[in-house]
Structures are given as C-alpha cells and as structure tokens.
C-alpha cells in the first residue's frame, strides 16, 4: 500500500541553524501539507501546497518557513533560523488521489528538537 | 473560523468495555470529518470518515456517524482490546475547496488495561 515517508525521523539542532524536513508524498496525490504537533498539543496547520504554489498557510508559517517541491517526489519544508519554540513533531500529508480525493494520508513525522 | 472540540482524556477502560469519544464541531457548510489515531510512537492513520450528514464511518470495530442537527460526530466502539491504546484525534475538512486543511481536536488519549 502506498505511503508518505519522511526524513529523517529524528532531527537536533542548535537554535539560530536551518533544517530541511523531508517528505515523499504518495505518488499520484496532488495537494500535499505540512502540521506540527508541539508535545502534548493539538495537531496544528502549517501549509498546503498545489500545483506548485502554497494554496493556504496558517498564522504559524511565517517568513522563517518555506515550502518547496523540488522534484517530482520530494516535498519539503525549510525552517531557516529555529527558534526553541519550533520543537516538535513535524507531520507530512498527501491527498488528492483517484476516488479519495477527500482524504489526507500522513506520514510518520519527523520529531525537531531546538537546542 | 472551523473548530472541532473533543472530550479530554485520558479515558482509561478496561478490556471488552465500551469506548465513546464525543467530538463535537464548527464549521460553515457541509465539512467532511474523520477520525484520526495515533499509536504510541507513530504517526497518524486515519480510522474512518464520513462526507455528508447521515453518513456512518466504520473501521476496526470503530463507528462514528456524521450528525448535522447536532454537529457532532463521536466516536465508538463495542469492545475494546489493550491494542486500541493510543490517542484519538477528531478532524474536519471544510467544503470550500479541494486539498483544504485539515482542522484537528485537541486528541483523546485511551488507554485500554487487561
């Protein structure tokens, strides 16, 4: 059964430093997101992106974030200076398919920790 | 805007009990709900939907029906097994577009004993 797979699963960082979280969503989906779960919280929105461009973002994904789908399988998600509040656990999704076009499939998470 | 409340956990149970999970919502139109679980150490799969009012999703022993004069959508289950333990979180999609966001509840641990 296809799924979304992320790398890596488990990322420390010092704070100020840029990561790269990445993400292969399923091969046919369209609309592609990424959410952040900060340790005993709700699952929050950060971007969805379609057709090239990000199609809705929350008040979180602020200039520190971007989003880039730089081949036809990689999906990722840039925090360019990490603060100690970006750590948490970072949740790729994909939709869009053939028949399911309503459901988002997620992949295991990457857990970011800021030092 | 969209919001979805559910009850909070933990609901501690034992094995063979019956499992409910209110989750009640928010929304403009006709949103689609799901149901989310997150096992210990995972990510989220997703456990069942429904897309229109009256609609029953079911998966794994689990039921949820879609309840519009009553916003809600809650969560149940005949009888639980130890392996049902994990975190229960409740969605909507809102109609306004394809590859909408999806809105989450704050999540339900349960946590099923022997």
């Known amino acids: 059964e296809p799924e979304v797979t992320q790398t890596p699963s488990h990322q420390v960082t010092q704070m100020g430093q840029e990561v790269i979280l990445r993400c292969v969503p399923i091969s046919n989906h369209l609309y592609f997101y990424w959410y952040r779960q900060i340790l005993g919280q709700k699952v929050e929105f950060l971007v969805s992106?379609?057709?090239?461009?990000?199609?809705?973002k929350s008040e979180i994904f602020d200039d520190q974030f971007s989003v880039e789908r730089p081949d036809g399988s990689n999906f990722t998600l840039k925090i360019r200076s990490t603060k100690l509040e970006d750590s948490a656990m970072y949740f790729c999704a994909s939709s869009g398919g053939l028949g399911d076009s309503d459901t988002q499939y997620f992949g295991p998470g990457t857990r970011l920790t800021v030092l | 805007g969209d919001s979805v409340t559910q009850m909070e956990g933990p609901v501690t149970l034992s094995e063979e009990a019956f499992l409910t999970i209110n989750c009640t919502y928010t929304a403009t139109g006709y949103p689609s709900l799901f149901w989310y679980v997150q096992y210990p150490g995972e990510g989220l799969q997703l456990l069942l939907k429904a897309t229109k009012a009256d609609d029953k999703g079911s998966n794994k022993g689990f039921e949820a029906t879609y309840r519009k004069e009553t916003t809600s959508f809650h969560l149940e289950k005949g009888s639980v097994q130890v392996s049902d333990s994990a975190v229960y979180f409740c969605?909507?999609?809102?109609?306004?577009?394809?590859?909408?966001?999806?809105?989450f509840g704050g999540g339900t641990r349960v946590l099923v004993k022997p």
């Open positions: 969605a909507l999609r809102g109609r306004k577009a394809a590859g909408n966001k999806l809105t």
């Open positions: 992106f379609y057709n090239n461009e990000i199609s809705e």
